[in-house]
């Protein structure tokens, strides 16, 4: 099946540790990104990227880091800089040749820090 | 900042067509409208888009005013599973794609 993955859906990280979330694609899209959402909040963009091995911040960067060394994959790393990392986190996918221009999402991964 | 305004909750009665509205009067030549929708606690999901013709497709119908500074997301026969969280969203398809989401209208579906 053709899709975007996330993992874990839960994970829970004590304060001051760095956490990486995970996101693969096999849709061949070229465009990554990564959102993240508090409740009863719209989706924040923090990283996106257009090409493998360039990466461009978004609104919300601080305390956040990726790479892009594969089409298919960008993890997203939450550094102990992030000063309230609690959050649902969603990455989506679309691709810049053709389409409809929409982006396709993953499942999220909650992220709950204690 | 998000370039749309949307009521922030609507209720429909199951079987009845819902019908979304969105101000968008800041809109550019080259910007399409998107609709997602974000059922509780999963990732959103691409509904319809356009850029001034109304569209239709299985999910639903999209009426765009003709100055371009509004539009409508019908839902024909609402069931209780498009309970969810309605985004509508305005992006140029030559800048990468990007979406900026608001905090959408909370449709809740009623039996």
């Known amino acids: 099946d053709g899709g975007i993955t996330q993992s874990p859906k839960y994970l829970f990280r004590k304060e001051g540790q760095n956490v990486t979330l995970s996101c693969e694609q096999n849709?061949?899209?070229?465009?990554m990104y990564w959102y993240r959402q508090d409740p009863g909040q719209g989706l924040r963009l923090i990283y996106y990227?257009?090409?493998?091995?360039?990466?461009q911040k978004g609104d919300i960067a601080e305390g956040y880091s990726v790479s892009r060394e594969k089409k298919e994959s960008f993890p997203l790393t939450v550094t102990s800089a992030q000063k309230n990392p609690t959050a649902f986190y969603l990455c989506?996918?679309?691709?810049?040749?053709?389409?409809?221009?929409?982006?396709?999402f993953g499942p999220g991964t909650r992220l709950t820090v204690l | 900042d998000a370039k749309t305004t949307q009521p922030t909750s609507m209720d429909c009665a199951e079987g009845r067509a819902a019908n979304l509205p969105c101000n968008h009067s800041?809109?550019?030549?080259?910007?399409?409208v998107y609709w997602y929708r974000q059922i509780h606690s999963q990732g959103p999901q691409y509904i319809i888009h356009?850029?001034?013709n109304n569209e239709t497709n299985e999910m639903a119908s999209l009426i765009i005013t003709e100055d371009r500074k509004s539009s409508t997301l019908i839902l024909p026969h609402a069931t209780l599973r498009d309970t969810a969280v309605y985004y509508c969203?305005?992006?140029?398809?030559?800048?990468?794609?990007?979406?900026?989401f608001g905090g959408g209208t909370r449709l809740m579906v009623k039996p």
């Open positions: 990227s257009q090409i493998v091995n360039d990466f």
């Open positions: 356009g850029l001034k």
């Open positions: 969203i305005v992006s140029a398809r030559n800048a990468g794609n990007m979406l900026t």
């Open positions: 989506a996918s679309s691709t810049l040749a053709g389409g409809k221009g929409e982006q396709f």
């Open positions: 849709l061949n899209h070229d465009a």
């Open positions: 800041t809109i550019s030549g080259n910007e399409y």
